[in-house]
């Protein structure tokens, strides 16, 4: 009981917070007018990699989903969905529980998303860890696809 009343406490100091900052809200020493070019061209490279990312996930999906137009609009959701990120260091797993998402066909497809991952065998960077992706509901308790 008493863990409950501080999660809701905790849930509406978390709604209460702003979710964004002005920049010029910064303290000074935070306030960074320019990022060099060197940092511009790491942050580019980064976000680069990161579309690419998005895309072959975004074509993986398109393999089942009936829409192809609404294919990159799921990947993004998926990317806005709750997940848990469970280490099982005993088995070698890092377990990324993803919470369903809104109808059965969705769920359908980003089970076929995780089957592709998983099947990639990706060891999570910096440890032994192998990613494992799931897909959870209230319904059941979870079920790994892969």
């Given at each position: 009981?008493?863990?409950?009343?501080?999660?809701?406490?905790?849930?509406?100091?978390?709604?209460?917070?702003?979710?964004?900052?002005?920049?010029?809200?910064l303290?000074?020493?935070?306030?960074?007018?320019?990022?060099?070019?060197s940092?511009?061209?790491?942050?580019?490279?980064?976000?680069?990699?990161?579309?690419?990312?998005?895309?072959?996930?975004?074509?993986?999906?398109?393999?089942?989903?009936?829409?192809?137009?609404?294919?990159?609009?799921?990947?993004?959701?998926?990317?806005?969905?709750?997940?848990?990120?469970?280490?099982?260091?005993?088995?070698?797993?890092?377990?990324?529980?993803?919470?369903?998402?809104?109808?059965?066909?969705?769920?359908?497809?980003?089970?076929?998303l995780?089957?592709?991952?998983?099947?990639?065998?990706?060891?999570?960077?910096?440890?032994?860890?192998?990613?494992?992706?799931?897909?959870?509901?209230?319904?059941?308790?979870?079920?790994?696809?892969?």
């Amino acid at each position: 009981m008493e863990l409950e009343v501080e999660l809701n406490d905790l849930k509406e100091c978390r709604k209460e917070t702003p979710k964004h900052v002005l920049f010029s809200d910064l303290p000074e020493e935070d306030n960074h007018k320019k990022l060099g070019t060197s940092g511009k061209y790491f942050i580019d490279t980064i976000k680069m990699i990161a579309y690419r990312a998005e895309t072959i996930m975004v074509g993986i999906v398109r393999d089942v989903i009936r829409r192809a137009d609404e294919a990159r609009a799921l990947v993004s959701a998926i990317y806005e969905t709750e997940a848990d990120i469970l280490p099982d260091y005993e088995n070698k797993i890092l377990k990324v529980r993803l919470h369903q998402l809104a109808n059965r066909s969705t769920a359908r497809t980003v089970s076929h998303l995780c089957n592709e991952l998983n099947s990639t065998r990706t060891v999570y960077p910096g440890t032994d860890l192998r990613l494992v992706y799931e897909i959870i509901s209230t319904e059941n308790t979870g079920c790994i696809f892969g």
